[in-house]
């Protein structure tokens, strides 16, 4: 199924922002801001692959630890 570029977006972020309030340890309910979008958080709670994104790869919970200030801030 097709969907326009903005929406795909949105789903995308949905599914990260789902999969964040797993890993916070958050309820299972979708915020009011996301209920367009409530397949697509709840697919990144539950840690389902992401509709059409092919293999997903784990996110690491110690991301920021891993990510120093040199590494990502412009010289």
Sequence with gaps: MAVAK????RITYAWMY????RRDGNERDVPA???????AWLQ???GE?????G???PISDQM???VD???VSKA
């Design 6 to 9: 903005k929406d795909q977006e």
């Design 18 to 21: 789902g999969a964040q309030a």
């Design 33 to 39: 801001v996301w209920e367009e979008f409530a397949d």
């Design 44 to 46: 990144g709670f539950d």
């Design 49 to 53: 692959p992401m509709a059409g994104a």
């Design 55 to 57: 293999k997903a790869k």
């Design 64 to 66: 920021e630890a891993e």
């Design 69 to 71: 200030e040199a590494g």
